[in-house]
């Protein structure tokens, strides 16, 4: 079966701008997780969502958002881009339920923000 | 929250043994994770350990002390194609559940 899916894998913004990333999980799970990932950062949690409601949220200013959809797709977004956003954005999908099982990773969205 | 130490990078020789440690504090283990990340993919899953002891998976292996918040990943026969990051990763029942994850270790296998 397919696996996550993300997009775009790379794109590029100015500062001040905003972004839309997508995800789309893979079939029948219901949960949605999505991680920045910087170098010597390791995967910083931004948020989860299971069945269209966040469940969870990290450490990350206002300026990061997301959403989940009916069809499990989920989506986030980054306002008034800083440099420091530069980043892989990677979104996982899990079977769902209150425990996060294993994780089944996209392969990423690539932000470089100038 | 957790607090997850991990080497940054290790190097071997092909066919060698590795073996990259992972320490933890957290105030209500679930269970450990491992991950593996080779460069521009998307992590994949290695193994799972949630009580202690040692799980072995072909020629991975991981290990668990939860008194100790220690957990190690055993590489074996070496090979080029084991060349990646390798992430830690801890669940905490008094996190949400959550998913934490540490630096990562660079692997590199030298012929």
């Known amino acids: 079966k397919a696996g996550v899916t993300q997009t775009p894998r790379y794109l590029i913004k100015t500062r001040g701008q905003q972004v839309t990333l997508s995800c789309s999980p893979i079939?029948?799970?219901?949960?949605v997780s999505w991680y920045q990932q910087t170098p010597g950062q390791g995967l910083q949690f931004l948020f989860e969502y299971f069945s269209e409601t966040q469940r969870n949220k990290g450490n990350f200013p206002g300026r990061f958002s997301g959403r989940q959809f009916s069809n499990s797709r989920s989506e986030m977004n980054v306002s008034t881009l800083e440099l420091g956003d530069s980043a892989l954005y990677l979104c996982?999908?899990?079977?769902?339920?209150?425990?996060?099982?294993?994780?089944?990773f996209g392969e990423g969205s690539r932000l470089t923000v100038l | 929250g957790q607090n997850i130490d991990q080497p940054t990078e290790m190097t071997a020789t092909e066919g060698a043994i590795v073996q990259i440690n992972c320490t933890y504090q957290t105030s209500g283990f679930n269970g450990l994770f491992w991950y593996q990340q080779h460069a521009g993919e998307a992590p994949t899953f290695l193994s799972y350990?949630?009580?202690?002891g040692l799980e072995e998976k072909g020629r991975f292996s991981s290990f668990l002390s939860r008194s100790k918040g220690y957990s190690y990943l055993l590489l074996k026969e070496l090979q080029m194609k084991d060349s990646a990051s390798y992430l830690c990763a801890v669940r905490d029942r008094e996190n949400d559940y959550k998913l934490s994850f540490g630096a990562g270790t660079t692997v590199t296998v030298r012929a």
């Open positions: 996982a999908s899990s079977r769902g339920g209150q425990v996060t099982g294993e994780l089944f």
């Open positions: 079939s029948g799970h219901r949960s």
């Open positions: 350990n949630v009580l202690d």
